[in-house]
C-alpha cells in the first residue's frame, strides 16, 4: 500500500487548514485509515481515525473532522481553531489486515505511513 499526503502548511491562530491522504495499491485489504502528528520533541499521538465511525483524540474533539470516502482508499482531516500547539508533522496511516491459512486462520496486521506534512500555527 502507498499513502501520499497533502495539504499542510501555515496559518495564524484560529484558523483552518485541511489535510488529504490517498491510499492505492492493496486497498481491499485496508480496514482503517487516519492521522497521527508528532509535535517538536515529542511522541507520535493519534489525532484521528476512521472506517466506519470517527474516533478523535480529546485534545481536537469539536475542531477536527476526519472523513473517508466510499471507497475507502482516501481520508481528509479538516481542522479549525487551530492554536500553536497543534503545530506538529502530521502523518497519514492505514492500516491492512491479511488472513493466512486456515483452522484457524491467521490475522496479520500491517502499518503504512505517509512522508510527513508540517503545519505550523504560528502569530
Known amino acids: 500500500v502507498q499513502v501520499v499526503e497533502s495539504g499542510g502548511g501555515l496559518v495564524h491562530p484560529g484558523g483552518s487548514l485541511r489535510l488529504s491522504c490517498a491510499a492505492s495499491?492493496?486497498?481491499?485489504?485496508?480496514?482503517?485509515m487516519g492521522w497521527y502528528r508528532q509535535p517538536p520533541g515529542k511522541q507520535r499521538e493519534l489525532v484521528a481515525s476512521?472506517?466506519?465511525?470517527?474516533n478523535y483524540a480529546d485534545s481536537v474533539k469539536g475542531r477536527f473532522t476526519v472523513s473517508i470516502n466510499d471507497a475507502k482508499t482516501m481520508v481528509d482531516l479538516r481542522m479549525t481553531s487551530l492554536a500553536p500547539e497543534d503545530t506538529a508533522v502530521y502523518y497519514c496511516?492505514?492500516?491492512?489486515?491479511?488472513?493466512?491459512?486456515?483452522?484457524?486462520?491467521?490475522?496479520?496486521?500491517?502499518?503504512?505511513w505517509g512522508q510527513g506534512t508540517q503545519v505550523t500555527v504560528s502569530s
Open positions: 496511516n492505514v492500516k491492512t489486515v491479511i488472513m493466512r491459512g486456515e483452522n484457524p486462520p491467521l490475522r496479520f496486521e500491517y502499518d503504512y
Open positions: 495499491g492493496d486497498v481491499w485489504s485496508i480496514y482503517e
Open positions: 476512521i472506517f466506519d465511525v470517527p
